[in-house]
């Protein structure tokens, strides 16, 4: 059993999380994750590892309530327990000294790039964040993130924070005022990580995605994350998660996402309607 010391609504349906885990806090590393199942007969999910303090042995969760697992997931309350947490999990990212890094996150998956703006700040790079979302109280960790970024752009697809538009926008500013950038990263909606991969293309810069697919068992065993990188078969939770995101066939992978959207629907709605009891 895994207690939750703490919980906080950060945003419409996100929560933030810290859960006592010393054995997954000692090994924790930027870009790796767990998969959880809350209770015997519950699903197992991934969720990115957001932050760990291995002093304290816990790491910090920050999820989206979308589906029924997290909807169950954000009932719960700090003294409570998650059955089970098996981690760290997935290939750590490749942080080390570039140059000029630029990290791009967007909506939840702002708390996957956090530990990664603050690796490659601490590995000596220059790094600018650019922070995205649909309205201003969606932008999550703008304090966090802007204590370990040289720059903190945001942009907000209302105009309500920042720079009224597209994180893809940003990307674009940066390169027409002439920073040398050497390198990418990319977190967070498949469609919008897809197009900072497009963007990245046009400007001439390698970029890192974070594919975070469907998963079960978090071994490759199962075969439920694969999709295909430069035409070959890759597991997004044994190869990935990270990889480069020119090479990623993301039409496919959109296909891939939307496959159960009806069953999820169905389990969600038995959920809301009280009908749902398997996860206890």
Same mark, same amino acid.
């Given at each position: ?17 810290? &859960?006592? !885990? ?32 291995? #002093? ?14 997290? !909807?169950? @997931? ?10 089970? /947490? ?8 490749? /942080? ?12 939840? *998956? ?13 590995? #000596? ?7 995205? *979302? ?6 999550? +960790? ?10 903190? /752009? ?16 940003? +990307?674009? +500013?940066?390169? !027409? ?9 990319? /977190? ?9 991969? !497009? ?11 974070? @594919?975070?697919? &469907? ?36 039409? #496919? ?14 389990? @969600?709605?038995?959920?809301? #309607? ?7």
């Amino acid at each position: 059993m895994f207690r939750i010391l703490s919980k906080e609504k950060i945003a419409p349906k996100e929560y933030d999380f810290w &859960v006592e !885990a010393p054995r997954i806090a000692a090994k924790a590393l930027p870009g790796q994750f767990v998969v959880l199942r809350l209770g015997e007969h519950g699903e197992r999910i991934p969720l990115t590892i957001a932050d760990f303090d291995r #002093e304290k042995g816990s790491i910090r969760l920050i999820f989206q309530a979308v589906g029924r697992t997290t !909807a169950m @997931m954000a009932s719960l309350e700090a003294g409570d327990s998650i059955l089970d /947490i098996s981690g760290p999990l997935g290939t750590p990212s490749e /942080i080390e000294s570039i140059g000029t890094v630029l990290a791009v996150g967007g909506g939840v *998956g702002i708390a996957a790039l956090f530990p990664i703006i603050r690796g490659l700040k601490e590995a #000596e790079n220059k790094v600018i964040t650019i922070l995205g *979302g649909r309205t201003s109280e969606l932008v999550i +960790m703008k304090d966090e993130c802007s204590r370990y970024s040289d720059e903190l /752009i945001v942009t907000t697809d209302d105009g309500s924070e920042g720079q009224k538009g597209l994180v893809t926008d940003a +990307m674009k +500013m940066v390169a !027409a005022r002439g920073e040398k950038v050497d390198h990418c990263w990319a /977190i967070g909606p498949t469609i919008m990580m897809k197009f900072c991969a !497009a963007t990245a293309g046009e400007l001439g810069l390698p970029i890192w995605v974070s @594919m975070n697919p &469907v998963m079960v068992d978090g071994t490759g065993m199962c075969g439920c994350c694969r999709l295909s990188v430069d035409g070959q078969i890759k597991f997004g939770c044994v190869d990935g998660p990270e990889f480069d995101g020119s090479k990623v066939n993301w039409n #496919e992978f959109l296909g891939r996402m939307s496959q159960y959207k009806e069953e999820e629907r169905i389990s @969600m709605d038995k959920y809301a #309607e009280g009908r749902d009891l398997s996860w206890l």
